[in-house]
């Protein structure tokens, strides 16, 4: 190969033949924007952003596509080509939610919120998954966003949720075709591609149906090289960026793909490709399932012994213990033992020692079969045995009654073990490796990638120990599976691997229900009761993107409601519970309104409902009303909002004005389609302030520079936000020296004072929000202790999130 | 006019199965069913050997194909300069919520299709329509009920 010598920015850099300016730049660790080249993807030339002036060539070319030749001099970064870039950016940006991308205080409030809040709709970058590795903010960022001007149409359209696995937010695409170019690669024939055009133009599969009902097959590369926030795992995109990343292999169908295991914080958060080509390809089980299933809340994490009679708790060796008490009491003809064929050669070989040693008779389930597939005349038998040892969900309750005495292993909890005598829970998938060889003799060997949940181990270790308390021996002659596969899961959505151990896997992944796979019923939830009355809503109103009004029917809270109060609402009875600032009341008519930022599950579900439907819960009023009385000599009162804030100053902007205050109101918001409440708050107010970040409406920055600015003519001012808001006012606050106060409701997490998440520590003072609350001294508070242990709560709010928005049963 | 997918294949199959035949055979499907199937679509996708995304891709891109079966009635509002001044914003408005339809497509019963142009040159007619061939002029809401309730 040839070496050629180019010269980019000034400097001397070398490229082999066939490389492009933007691959010979990167070779030589220079850096030209870019995003739509793709490095495993062939030259595209759509965004235009790694533009460069080249001697001798008319014009700006794209470094993507222009491949790069002897005696080059390059250009990435005059004055023309930035500015060219800028616009570019403008025009790929304009109808992206990018107020963040501008913003004067993006640094200083993402220290606050190190982690994305998991909103229902992206419309910034810090309610955004993708932040953490998006593509489009760094280009942006590196090219002088602050100074971009952009023009802001936002259109809010709605994130497509019907598929199974896959959210799609248009409103964040910037057409680069990534995805489609992905597809095209993997499957030859893409199942998507930019339909439409002008305004219109989106990715979509043929006719815009949901991709379930068209060519995909749900392998998930397009999600993972997306370069936004467009397309994502509805499941794990809010667990972050992984930190560890292990090549191994998928231990759910004989097929044995190659796959990569990502893991964060010593935890499986999701699976993908190990590299982006045909032969790497997955099937929707290895990509989207396995972390499903593996991080399901139905595993089995503990083991369970008789001992006196009753099922409890019990160590391990106690486990063992009995275990090997009952089967060697049912040695010689007297033991069955059931287990299925996909399993490791070392588990494989240790259910032969058992069998042998013991003389059992053995039962080995065919891949792909469930409890419902024993065999009847086995079913028939089971009485006979004295023990059964059963490894997997091959015993429908019925045939589990029937054992006289049972040994049931498996990694999920299942409803037949309650006629266990002993239950061991085993250790799947990445927590254990094993040898699995083939029909054809070839062997892989799996390595353990992270630690087991609970306190689940090994099938083939746990047989071992088994052994060795029986005192038998290792006999040789054990035989690898002999699986046939039907059918290509990677091309055939009815060849996907339905059953693991014995269990259908749509009971722990309910998305599958989409490609046909059904449920056994084994997890259906139980019906939950309500608590008190139900409580009708009334109307539920999108008052921005994220933001929901809901107007409820409740006399009673509308009796007594004061400014300042929260309730506890549920959307169902088996919702979480969560505390809400009551915006608005009317004792005459009997309703209450409530502004709910969706930004986890509880807002999530409360969201979604609609106007005749019920909440399980509203309780309240709830929480200490601001004491009006500490205000008597006050005469100017500054109300600062942002976010929910803004709809939770309402009611007291009220009282103070029915109090004969000069009341001013300052809202802010990322931009212009954030705001809501204008009128209702200039109903209520001598002024309404507005600032956005961006710049959008009002003048641009937040609501501390109007607090900074004026705070001096104010009696008093209370402040309400988020976190970092509220932090920003703070340090006005300190400075001013006059009355100010703070509602920490956003940080409460059920209200009570048992949770603990709404500790605070108030002038040194450790309090609790929702029980000595909501309003605090602002300049008091220690925010930077409150962001910290906020964001400690980040996974466990993740793990609580409805993340099955498919499941809707497509193929009808 | 034929919608089966297997009649359509005919049409097409003297295109030699290279992409730049597909929009001219795409034409040629329209011309003679009136619009673009979705068998059509997957007919297509089979001899051209692309993926139903990708054909679709191609014909969503170009305006002049449609997706739906024309209606027995076929209704286009005028949005001409002169018709807009004096309200065909409203009749279209009208006629879509009375219809349950977006410009482009076709009631479900099949009967009517609802488009729009640019100029009927019926400017003196403000606001105007045509049903199939006939132009109606100074339309007012209750005539549009009759032109409607006539059309079977
Ligand atoms: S896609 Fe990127 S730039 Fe857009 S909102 Fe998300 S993180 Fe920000
Ligand atoms: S999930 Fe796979 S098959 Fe489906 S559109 Fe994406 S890349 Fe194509
Ligand atoms: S969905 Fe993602 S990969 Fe596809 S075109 Fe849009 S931004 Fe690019
Ligand atoms: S990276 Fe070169 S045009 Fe997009
Ligand atoms: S919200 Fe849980 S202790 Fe206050």
New binding site residues.
Partial sequence: MKTLNLTIDGVKVEAQEGMTVLQAARAAGLYIPSLCAHKDLSPYGACRLCVVEIDGLRGTPTACTTPAAEGMNVRTNTPGLELQRRHTLELMLSGHPSPCLTCDSRNDCESVKKTPAKAGASTRCSLCSNRPTCAVRSVAIGSYSRDIGLPVTYSADKIEKSDPF?DRDHNLCVLCSI??R??EK??DK???SITKRGKDAKIA?AFGKD?ILE?????????DECPTGS?TDRWSKWYGAPDTEIESYCQFCPKRCKISLKIKDGRLVSTGMVSLDKES?LCAIG?FAYPQVFNSRHRLTRPYAKIGGEMAPASWDETLESAAKILGAAGGGKLLVISGENLSDETRSGVCDLIKGLKADFVEMPYGTTAADLPKDVADKIGSYDAVLCLGNYLTVENAKKAKSLIAADFVKTRAQKEADVLIPFAVFAETGGTYTDKNGSKICISAAVKPSGMQRPPAGILADLLMKLNLPHEPGFKPSNIELKGDPHKDKKALPRVIYGSLIADFVPDLRDFGQEQSGEYAPKKGHLIGEPYEILENTLLAPNFHMLKIKAPEMAKYAKPGQFAILMADANSERSPFTIANWDAKEGWVKFVIEEVGRSSAELGAKKAGEYLATVSGPLGTPLDFSQFDSAKNILLLGGCYGIAAIYPLAREFKKRGKRVVAAIEASSAYLLYYKDKLREVSDELIIKTRDGTEGTRGGASDVYGEIGGDFDAAIAIGCVFMMKQNSRVAKKTGKKSLCALNPIMVDGTGMCGACRVSVGGETKFACVHGPFFDLDKVDFDELAKRRSAYSVLEVDAMPRHEGGKCHQQ | MSTNASNSTDSFCNFEPKREYLVPALQEVQERDGYVSEAAVEALAKHFNLSKADIYSVVSFYAQFKFTKPGKHTIKVCQGTACHVRGSGNLLKALKQRLGIEEGQTTPDGLISLEHVACLGACALAPAMVVDDKVYGRLTLPELEKILKELK
């Fill in positions: 896959i995805c489609a992905v597809c993997l499957h893409p199942a998507i599969s991709w060519e995909c097959t749900f392998c998930g590369a397009c999600v397309l390809t990509r």
